[in-house]
C-alpha cells in the first residue's frame, strides 16, 4: 500500500536493526507494531493501560549534553508508535535468546525460580535489565524501585527480587546475614534458624545457585546505534508528518513551528508521555484528529536554576524530574528545598517507574487529574506556569483556579506551557506531601495533599498557610478559606483542631463522590493536617535538639525554640509513612536421600522447563501464535443492563463500519447455545450487566472492538433486580437447596455452654486477574470440517465438547490444543470454552479463523471471579476457651447463574470445620442468585473465604475468653486420629507438626510480647500478631474426577516424548511430569520433551484444578513408563551394560512398540449429603502461617513485618515449584484478605476494570522476612512417591495477614477504650482499618445518613 501522502519516514531501531516506516498510524501503538508487525512476541499486553508493567521495553536515545545514551523503561503499550523517531527500541528478544546467549539477567531469573506461569517474566527481564544499564551494581533501593511497576500473580515476588538482588551492591547473601543463619555463612547448606525443633536435620536451603550463574560483563552489551547519535547531534529542524485514517501525528522541528501549529488548531492536545491521554481516550474511542507532540522542542526540556527557584520544562519527564530534584536537593540549603523534598517523595510513590519515564510534568501538570500527587504541593509551593503562544508569554500561578479547571481551561486559544517554576522555599515555611492508597506502591492514591506554612519571624504565629487536596472530587482543590482564618494563629493543637474543623467546612466530598470510601477520605483530610502539625513541630524542635544536623537547623536557628510544644515521643509514629523493604527470608525443604541416583530428578529442586524461555519471551502464549492467512478478530458486544428482555439488537450500522465481516448472534447457532439457564449468546433476556449477547468479528482487533460499540441494543428493564447477598435472602433468590452438615446435639449444647456469643463475617470477592487474559483462536481446517482450536484453558477436554455441541459436530473433529497458560487460577476452567464456542460459531460463519482475545476491562467485567461470602456465626464454649458448639450459616453471591456455585457451596460446608474438633457442630451454605455475572471457581474453591468465618470465630471466642487466640486454636484442634464432620478419618499429625514448629519458628509469644511492648508505645502504630492452622482437603469430590491418562513415546534416537492430560498454567505441572518419566524410565530429563496438551493426544482430560494435577496425570504418566519398561526389560536384562539408546533400537529390531498409553484410575470419592457421610476428599494438606504486622492507625496502611510459614508437602516433588506454589498461593491470599476490592456501581455495573481500580499484591507487599518450610518427608502409599498437592492451599494462609491486623486494630481499639467488633469485613483494607482505628479525627467526620444519595458504589457481600 503507499503511504498516505505528505508522511514523513520514520526512523527508529529496534534490537539493533533499523525500522523505517512511512505507512505509520499515528493510533498504533509500539506494542502492537513490536507484536504484529515485527513479530516480536515476547512484549506482552496484560493491561493496555500502563498498570502492570507486562510491555515493559527499554527506549534508549542520545543525550547530545551528556554525549551518552539515555536508558529508560517504558510501557510499550502507551508508546505511540510515531514518537519513537531517533530512538532505539530493545525489547526482551533483543537481551538475550536461548538460540543464542541467554542474558545473565535473563537466566538467573529463571534459575532463581522467579518464572511461573511466565507471562510477566519479559516485562520483569527489562525493568531488571534497564536498570542495570542505568546502574551495574544497583542498590536495594533501586532494586525495589525498578520493580514496582511490574505486577506478577503467580510468583508471590520473593524469587524475583532474589534474582535481582544478585546484581546489587549492598547484597548479603540469602539475606539472613546478620541474623546468625545466613546459608553462606555456614559450611553446607544445614540452615535452621534459633530455636528451630530441630525437624531440620538433612534440610537445604538454596533455591538460588548463585554458583551456577554466569557473570554479567556490563561492556558486552550492545553500543547505542551510531546512526542514531548522529542524528540526535544535528537534529533535523523541520515539522514531521505521519497521517493514518483518522489521525494525523505532527511534530514539530522547533518551537516556532509548535506554536504556528497550536494557534492553528488550538483544540488539538499536545502528546508528551500519552499516560493521560492514551487511557482517557480509550475507554470512549475518542479521537482527536490532530496529535502535536512537542518532543523534539528542545526549549520544552530545559531546567534552568534562578535565585528564587527552579524552572523545569514541562517536557521533562517525571523521572527527570526526579534527578533535578535530587541534584538540586543535594546541593541547596535545606531551608530553600522544602517543596523540592516533597515533590521528590511524592514522585518516589508515584506510578511505576515505566510510566514516570513516560509521563511529562507537563502533560501531568495539564491534565490537572483529581487524583494528582504533585499538583497540591506545586499548588501550596506557589508554583507557576511559563505559557507561551504565538501572542507572548505569561505567566499564570498553579492555584486553586487552575486546579479547578479541566484540561485546556484558563488557557487561551494557542496557549502551551512552556515549563513549570518552582520558587525555593523561604526560612521558616515547611512544606509536605501526602497520601493514601490501597497498595503501597503503584496505586493512584485515594487522597493526596500539599501542606505549606510560613511561621512569623521570631514566635510561632502562622504568617501564611496553603492546604490543598487531590483525590476528592472531580478536580484537586485548595482550602483558601480556611487558611485565611489562621492566619495569626499560633502552631499549637488547638490551631490544628480549628484546622480540621475549617478544612472539614471548605473542602467537601459528597456522598455519591466517585471513588467512594467518602468518610475515609474525609478522614485522611484532617488526618493529613496532623500530621503536618507534628512534622513542623518536630523540624522546630530539631532546631534545638543537640548534634542535630545543621542542614536541619538551617531554618530555625534564630528562633526562640523554647516557643514550640513538646513533640512527644508516642506521637513519632504518626509522622511518617510505612517504609517499603526489599524482602528477606529463607526457604527451607528436605533435601533427597543421598542414596538416590544423581540422574533421578524427583524431589529435586529442577528450574520450570520453560523458564528460560519465559526469560528470553520465547514461550510461546495462545495470542503470540502468529495470524494465519486470512484470520479475523473477534470482539464481544455486552449488556449493559442487569435484568432486561433484549427488545432488539440491530447490527446495521456496525456492519457498514470498514473492516467489519459479520456481526454473530445466536441465531447463528447451527447446534446447542449452552444451557437453558446459562447462554453462550444472549437470546431475549439479559441476567447482567457484562452478559454476552453478540459478537463482532472484524478485519483487526481495533476494527471489531469499535463496531461492538454500533451495535444497537434496544432493552425493556425487568424485575426483580438483586445485587447484594442480603437482598438475595430478602426476596429468597437462591440458585440451588441448601447444603446442609450436622453432628452431635448444637441446641443443648449452647445451653451448656459458659458463653454464646454472635458475630458476622463479610468476605468480599476477588478477580482472578491472571496476567494473560482469556484468549482463544479457532482456526477451520479446509476439506473435512474440522477445527484447530488454540485456548488458553484449565480444561481443554471442556472447550473441545462445548464447540462441539455449539457447532452440532461430533467432537472427534474439534481438537483444542493448550502450550501454556498465563496463569488461571480456577479462572480458566469453565469461561475458556464458552468464548471458544463463540468464537468457533464466528470462524464457521465466516470460514476464517477467528481470534478472540479479551483486554482487561472485558476480562474483568464478563467472567465472574471468586464467590463473595457472607457468613454468621454462633458459639457456645467454656471459659477456658474450649468450643463446645458452633453453628455457621454461610451465603454466597452466586451472580447469575449456577455455574461452580452449588459445588463451591458443598466444598464450602466440607471444609469449613478447618483444622479444629468440634462435638457439636452444624454447618449450613446457600448460594445466592443475583443480577451479577456468575462467580466461578477460584483457587480455593470456596474454602478461604468459609475458613475465614470459622478462625474469626475462634478469634472473637478468645477475645471473650481473654486468651492468645492460638491458644484458642491449639485448644481445640484435632489431636488425634479421628473424623471429620463428615466422617472421613484422617490422622492430625502433620496438623499439629507444623503448627507447632510454624509457632516455635515464629517464636510467637515473644514476637507477641514485643509487640504488645510497641504498641504502649506507639498510639499511631499498631503491630499485631496472629498465626493460623490449616487442614486442606485435595481433590474434587467426585470419583469420575480423578481420572489421568498419558501417553508416552520413545523414538528410535532414544528422545522421549511424553504427553497427558494437564494444562501448564505456571505451576510447573510439565517440569514434574517429565521429572516423573525421568524416574521411571532412569533417562536424564533432557532426553525427555512435552510438547502441548492437546484432547488429540490425550482424549477425555478433566480439569487441571483442585491441587491434583500433577499427582493424577503423574500417576498416569508413571503408568505408562512402566508400561514402557516392562516391554524393554528382557532387553536390558539382556544387555545389562547398553545405554538407554543401544536398548531402544534393539526393541525397535525387535518390533517392541516404543509407545504406551498410561491410565490413572484415580482416588475414590464420594459424598452422600443425605446421611451427611462420605469421603469426599483423597487427602489433606496441612500447613500453619504466622504473621506481624505495624499498622498506620492514621491512614489505615500497614506493612508486613514477617511471615513464618511451615507447609506439609509430604515428599515434594520439586521443592522450588512447591515453595512457588506456597508463596505465591500465599500473597494472593493477602491480596484477597487485604487490598483487592471490587466494587460495583448501584446498576450492577463492575466499576474496578483494571490495574488501577483493583489492586493485586505488588512486590511492596511480600513480608520483610518470609520464610518457608516444607515440613520433612512424610511417607504415603496413595499418592504419587508420597508427594502432595499444594496448589492451592496456600492461599488461605495469607488469613493470618488478615487476623494480624485485626490484632493490631484491636490494639488500637482497646487503647481508646472501643469495644470489640463483631462484625468482620474482608478485605482489611486502608479504609476499613483507619475507620476502625477511631480517634479524634474519624469523630470530628460528618457522618453520611445511609439513603440519602445514592452511592458510588454498593456492597454486595
Ligand atoms: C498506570 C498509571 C499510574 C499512574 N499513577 C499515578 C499516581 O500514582 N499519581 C499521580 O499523580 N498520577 C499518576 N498517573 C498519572 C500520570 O502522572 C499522568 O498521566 C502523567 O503525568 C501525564 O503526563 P503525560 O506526559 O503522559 O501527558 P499526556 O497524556 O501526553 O498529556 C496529557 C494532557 O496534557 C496536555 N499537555 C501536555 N503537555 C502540555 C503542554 N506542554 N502544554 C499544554 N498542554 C499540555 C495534553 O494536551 C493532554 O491533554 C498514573 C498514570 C498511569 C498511566
Ligand atoms: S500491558 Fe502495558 S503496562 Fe500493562
Ligand atoms: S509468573 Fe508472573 S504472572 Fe505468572
Request: charged letters at 20%; aromatic letters at 6%; proline letters at 7%.
Amino acid at each position: 500500500m503507499p503511504p498516505p501522502p505528505g508522511s514523513d519516514e520514520l526512523v527508529f531501531f529496534v534490537n539493533g536493526r533499523k525500522v523505517t516506516e512511512r505507512d505509520i498510524d499515528p493510533e498504533v501503538t509500539l506494542l502492537t507494531f513490536l507484536r504484529r508487525n515485527l513479530g516480536l512476541t515476547g512484549t506482552k499486553s496484560a493491561c493496555g493501560g500502563g498498570g502492570c508493567g507486562a510491555c515493559t521495553v527499554m527506549l534508549s536515545r542520545h543525550d547530545p549534553a551528556s554525549g551518552k545514551p539515555r536508558h529508560v523503561s517504558i510501557p510499550a503499550c502507551l508508546v505511540p508508535l510515531c514518537s519513537l523517531h531517533g530512538a532505539a527500541i530493545t525489547t526482551v528478544e533483543g537481551v538475550g535468546s536461548i538460540r543464542t546467549r541467554v542474558h545473565p539477567v535473563q537466566e538467573r531469573i529463571a534459575r532463581s525460580h522467579g518464572t511461573q506461569c511466565g507471562f510477566c517474566t519479559p516485562g520483569m527481564v527489562m525493568s531488571l535489565y534497564t536498570l542495570l544499564r542505568n546502574h551495574p551494581q544497583p542498590s536495594e533501593e533501586q532494586l525495589a524501585d525498578a520493580l514496582a511497576g511490574n505486577l506478577c500473580r503467580c510468583t508471590g515476588y520473593r524469587p524475583i527480587l532474589e534474582s535481582g538482588r544478585t546484581f546489587c551492591s549492598d547484597s548479603h547473601g540469602c539475606g539472613q546475614s546478620g541474623a546468625g543463619w545466613c546459608c553462606l555463612d555456614r559450611p553446607g547448606d544445614d540452615s535452621s534458624p534459633p530455636g528451630s525443633s530441630g525437624l531440620q536435620a538433612h534440610v537445604c536451603s538454596e533455591l538460588l545457585p548463585k554458583a551456577e550463574f554466569q557473570p554479567w560483563d556490563p561492556s558486552q552489551e550492545p553500543i547505542f546505534p551510531p546512526e542514531l547519535t548522529r542524528m540526535a547531534e544535528s537534529p533535523e529542524r523541520r515539522s514531521l508528518t505521519f497521517r493514518g485514517d483518522r489521525v494525523t501525528w505532527v511534530s514539530p522541528g522547533g518551537l516556532r513551528e509548535l506554536l504556528e501549529l497550536k494557534a492553528q488548531h488550538p483544540e488539538a492536545p499536545l502528546v508528551l508521555g500519552n499516560t493521560a491521554l492514551g487511557p482517557a481516550s480509550k475507554p470512549h474511542g475518542r479521537v482527536h484528529p490532530l496529535l502535536i507532540s512537542p518532543a523534539r522542542v528542545p526549549e520544552l526540556s530545559a531546567v534552568t536554576e534562578s535565585r528564587d527557584g527552579l524552572t523545569i520544562g514541562a517536557g521533562c519527564s517525571l523521572a527527570q524530574l526526579q534527578d533535578v530534584l535530587a541534584k538540586s536537593i543535594s546541593e541547596l540549603p535545606e531551608e530553600k528545598t522544602q517543596t523540592l523534598r516533597a515533590l521528590a517523595t511524592a514522585l518516589r510513590k508515584l506510578a511505576g517507574q515505566q510510566v514516570r519515564n513516560l509521563a511529562s510534568l507537563g502533560g501531568h501538570v495539564m491534565s490537572r487529574q483529581s487524583s494528582s500527587d504533585l499538583n497540591p504541593i506545586l499548588a501550596v509551593g506557589r508554583a507557576a506556569l511559563h505559557l507561551l503562544s504565538e501572542g507572548g508569554a505569561r505567566l499564570m500561578p498553579l492555584d486553586e483556579l487552575f486546579l479547578a479547571g479541566t484540561a485546556s481551561a484558563g488557557l487561551r486559544p494557542g496557549e502551551i506551557l512552556e515549563s513549570v517554576h518552582v520558587p525555593y522555599s523561604r526560612k521558616r515555611e515547611f512544606v509536605s506531601g501526602f497520601r493514601q492508597a490501597q497498595a503501597p506502591q503503584n496505586a493512584m492514591p485515594h487522597v493526596s495533599a500539599g501542606m505549606r506554612v510560613l511561621l512569623a519571624e521570631g514566635t510561632n504565629a502562622i504568617e501564611d498557610l496553603s492546604i490543598a487536596y487531590g483525590g476528592l472530587g472531580a478536580t484537586a482543590v485548595m482550602a483558601p478559606r480556611s487558611c485565611q482564618q489562621l492566619l495569626g494563629k499560633p502552631w499549637t493543637e488547638e490551631t490544628l483542631d480549628e484546622a480540621c474543623r475549617l478544612v472539614l467546612g471548605e473542602v467537601a466530598i459528597p456522598g455519591p463522590a466517585p471513588g467512594g470510601r467518602v468518610e475515609f477520605r474525609r478522614t485522611l483530610l484532617v488526618s493529613f493536617l496532623f500530621r503536618f502539625y507534628l512534622q513542623v513541630l518536630r523540624e522546630l524542635r530539631r532546631g534545638r535538639a543537640p548534634g542535630a544536623p545543621s542542614t536541619l537547623s538551617v531554618s530555625v536557628q534564630h528562633w526562640d525554640i523554647w516557643r514550640y510544644p513538646r513533640l512527644p515521643d508516642q506521637s513519632l509514629g504518626a509522622l511518617e509513612d510505612l517504609p517499603v523493604t526489599v524482602p528477606q527470608g529463607m526457604q527451607t525443604y528436605q533435601r533427597v536421600d543421598p542414596q538416590q541416583p544423581s540422574q533421578d530428578p524427583v524431589g529435586r529442586p529442577v528450574m520450570h522447563l520453560s523458564g528460560l524461555k519465559h526469560a528470553t519471551g520465547e514461550a510461546v502464549f495462545c495470542d503470540d501464535l502468529p495470524r494465519v492467512d486470512r484470520e479475523l478478530s473477534m470482539a464481544l458486544v455486552t449488556s449493559t443492563r442487569p435484568h432486561a428482555r433484549i427488545v432488539s439488537v440491530d447490527p446495521a450500522e456496525a456492519l457498514r463500519l470498514p473492516g467489519v465481516a459479520d456481526v454473530i448472534t445466536a441465531k447463528d447457532i447451527p447446534g446447542t447455545n449452552g444451557t437453558e439457564d446459562d447462554r453462550l449468546l444472549a437470546v431475549d433476556e439479559v441476567l447482567c450487566v457484562g452478559q454476552v449477547i453478540c459478537a463482532v468479528v472484524a478485519e483487526t482487533d481495533e476494527q471489531a472492538k469499535r463496531a461492538t460499540e454500533r451495535v444497537r441494543v434496544t432493552y425493556e428493564d425487568l424485575e426483580p433486580v438483586v445485587f447484594s447477598i442480603q437482598d438475595a435472602m430478602r426476596q429468597n433468590s437462591f440458585l440451588c437447596p441448601e447444603k446442609k452438615l450436622e453432628q452431635g446435639n448444637v441446641e443443648e449444647a449452647f445451653e451448656k455452654a459458659d458463653r454464646v456469643i454472635e458475630g458476622e463475617v463479610h468476605v468480599g470477592g476477588q478477580e482472578h486477574f491472571y496476567m494473560e487474559t482469556q484468549r482463544v483462536l479457532v482456526i477451520p481446517k479446509a476439506g473435512d470440517g474440522e477445527l484447530d482450536i488454540y485456548a488458553s484453558t484449565q480444561d481443554p477436554a471442556h472447550v473441545q465438547k462445548t464447540v462441539s455441541l455449539t457447532l452440532n459436530v461430533p467432537h472427534n473433529q474439534v481438537t483444542c490444543h493448550v502450550k501454556r497458560v498465563g496463569g488461571g487460577f480456577g479462572g480458566k476452567v469453565g469461561k475458556p470454552a464458552a468464548l471458544g464456542a463463540i468464537a468457533a460459531v464466528g470462524a464457521i460463519k465466516t470460514g476464517r479463523a477467528v481470534r478472540l482475545v479479551l483486554d482487561r476491562e472485558d476480562d474483568m467485567l464478563i467472567t465472574g471471579g471468586r464467590h463473595p461470602l457472607f457468613g454468621k456465626y454462633k458459639v457456645g464454649f467454656k471459659d477456658s476457651g474450649r468450643i463446645k458448639a458452633l453453628d455457621i450459616e454461610c451465603y454466597i453471591n452466586g451472580g447469575c447463574t449456577l455455574g461452580d456455585s452449588e459445588l463451591v457451596t458443598e466444598f464450602l460446608i466440607l471444609k469449613l470445620e478447618n483444622a479444629y474438633k468440634i462435638r457439636n457442630l452444624r454447618f449450613r451454605g446457600r448460594a445466592c442468585r443475583t443480577n451479577l455475572p456468575s462467580n466461578t471457581a477460584f483457587r480455593g474453591f470456596g474454602f478461604p473465604q468459609g475458613a475465614l468465618v470459622t478462625e474469626a470465630c475462634i478469634t472473637a471466642v478468645a477475645a471473650k475468653c481473654g486468651l492468645p487466640p492460638e491458644k484458642v486454636r491449639e485448644k481445640n484442634m484435632y489431636k488425634t486420629v479421628d473424623k471429620t464432620i463428615y466422617k472421613q478419618a484422617f490422622s492430625p499429625e502433620p496438623l499439629r507438626q507444623c503448627w507447632a514448629e510454624c509457632l516455635e519458628r515464629a517464636d510467637l509469644p515473644g514476637r507477641r510480647a514485643r509487640a504488645d511492648a510497641f504498641n504502649q508505645q506507639n498510639p499511631w502504630r499498631k503491630r499485631g500478631v496472629a498465626a493460623v492452622p490449616m487442614k486442606f482437603s485435595v481433590g474434587f469430590a467426585a470419583t469420575s474426577y480423578h481420572q489421568a491418562a498419558a501417553l508416552v513415546h520413545v523414538y528410535t534416537d532414544g528422545s522421549v516424548l511424553v504427553a497427558h492430560g494437564g494444562s501448564e498454567l505456571g505451576q510447573g505441572i510439565h517440569t514434574k511430569m517429565l521429572q516423573v518419566a525421568s524416574r521411571e524410565l532412569r533417562v536424564p530429563m533432557s532426553r525427555l520433551h512435552t510438547q502441548e496438551t492437546s484432547t488429540a493426544t490425550v482424549p477425555n482430560t478433566v480439569a487441571t484444578a483442585a491441587s491434583i494435577g500433577a499427582d493424577a496425570n503423574g500417576k498416569a504418566v508413571q503408568n505408562a513408563c512402566q508400561t514402557l519398561l516392562k516391554r524393554l526389560e528382557p532387553i536390558i536384562k539382556k544387555n545389562a551394560e547398553g545405554t538407554w539408546e543401544d536398548w531402544i533400537e534393539a526393541a525397535f529390531e525387535q518390533r517392541i512398540s516404543l509407545s504406551a498409553t498410561g491410565y490413572f484410575r484415580g482416588y475414590k470419592a464420594f459424598m452422600d449429603w443425605e446421611k451427611g457421610e462420605g469421603e469426599p476428599f483423597p487427602y489433606y494438606v496441612f500447613g500453619a502461617a504466622c504473621s506481624e504486622v505495624e499498622i498506620d492507625c492514621l491512614t489505615g496502611a500497614h506493612r508486613k513485618l514477617r511471615t513464618d510459614i511451615v507447609m506439609d508437602a509430604g515428599c515434594s516433588l520439586n521443592p522450588a515449584l512447591d515453595v512457588g506454589q506456597v508463596e505465591g498461593a500465599f500473597l494472593q491470599g493477602a491480596g484477597l484478605y487485604t487490598s483487592e476490592e471490587l466494587h460495583y456501581s448501584p446498576e450492577g455495573a463492575l466499576l474496578s476494570r483494571g490495574p488501577a481500580e483493583y489492586k493485586i499484591p505488588t512486590a511492596a507487599d511480600v513480608p520483610e522476612e518470609l520464610n518457608v518450610t516444607l515440613l520433612p518427608s512424610s511417607q504415603t502409599q496413595l499418592t504419587l512417591y508420597s508427594s502432595k498437592g499444594l496448589g492451592e492451599s496456600g492461599m488461605f494462609l495469607g488469613s493470618s495477614v488478615f487476623f494480624a491486623i485485626s490484632d493490631a486494630v484491636t490494639a488500637a481499639r482497646r487503647d481508646r477504650g472501643l469495644a470489640e467488633d463483631c462484625t468482620v469485613r474482608s478485605p482489611a483494607t486502608p479504609e476499613r482499618v483507619r475507620m476502625a482505628c477511631q480517634d479524634r479525627f474519624t469523630e470530628m467526620i460528618p457522618r453520611e445518613d445511609p439513603g440519602t444519595a445514592k452511592p458510588w458504589s454498593i456492597p454486595i457481600a
